[in-house]
């Protein structure tokens, strides 16, 4: 569909930032933003020479000039404070222009309080610094998935809010962020389509045990899960009560609640608005300590797996037994009815012998999802 009027510069520059990334397929991106190559490169072209007045539909004049006084320097730090109030100076000094030398920080915390300007922080949420992190090597190698808890919205007719999240480990660039009425799969899963058909599919997603991510059968499967299978996609869950699996994404989460969710929406369209806007901002612009003070997207690359419109088919080894899962969950095998899982209804599973006797693996694609005892008498 074309491109929304309220998001059109962000995702613009989204385009051209990462089709500016070495070794980018630059149609590949075009199909996935839905514009053609002659657009693409001409947005590309504008932006090289021009920066993000070129992304512009009207030419504007520059607001900074090459040479900065020191006056002017704290007209430009007051205008960034008021622009970002949650950034600190440490964030809002890589944010000055390229015209301007940049300070030491203490120099822009300074200017900061002769201007009487106080960077918003909530009561009692102060963090400590992490003293330990851990990134996969490359962008999609990993993506962390969740809701931000719910909130009420100013109009009584309106559902809860529930902010669905999604992050790259590597680069943390926010993938997703989507003001849902819910937590149940059809609501999901076609927000995470729209993920994958700009973005392309991840090697590995990771979530936590609740639904619609985990099965509350033990070693069973979701139905989300195994639909994320049936795209290639390994899925794994975090241990219970342990949030720090998920370390990047619940820091992402403090942020997002520090920075937008203390604010009223009237209903879930505004709090789309809102996010949209903020999301952009923050891979694009919002310095990241982690990665060096530059923005998120900086980091980032599209995978080059992109989203098939049909689920591939399953392959088993040829000496397998395949069943199709019933309704109930369950596979009819040497005379009996056998449960295997309630996500896999329709999908086709391996029954596989082990080296003991009478023992069977029950494989979806290539996971075993439990064994079957034909020596227990039921």
Known sequence: MPWQECTTMSIRREFVLLAEQPQSNIRELCRRYEISPKTAYKWLHRYREQG???????????????????????????????????????????????????????????????????????????QAPATRRFEHARPNELWQIDFKGNFHLSDRHSPRCHPLTVLDDHSRFALCLESCEGERLELVRPKLIQVFRRYGLPRRITADNGPPWGSNIEGGLSTLEVWLMRLGIEVSHSRPHHPQTQGKLERFHQTLKRELLHRTFSDLQHCQRVMDHWRSQYNQQRPHEALGQLPPISRYQPSVRSYPEQLPEIEYEPGDRVLKVSGTGQVRFEGKSRFVGGGLLGERVAIRPTKVDGVYDVIFIHKTIRQLDLRRRE
Do not use: M, N
Request: with cysteine; aromatic share 6%; net charge positive.
């Open 52 to 126: 993000d007045t070129g992304l512009e539909d009207q030419s504007r004049c520059p607001l900074q000039s090459p040479r900065r006084s020191s006056p002017e320097l704290e007209q430009e730090v007051v205008r960034l404070h008021h622009q970002f109030p949650y950034w600190g100076a440490r964030k809002l000094l890589w944010l000055l222009p390229d015209g301007i030398k940049r300070p030491h920080h203490s120099t822009i915390d300074a200017i900061l309080r002769r201007h009487d300007c106080q960077v918003r922080y909530h009561t009692g949420e102060a």
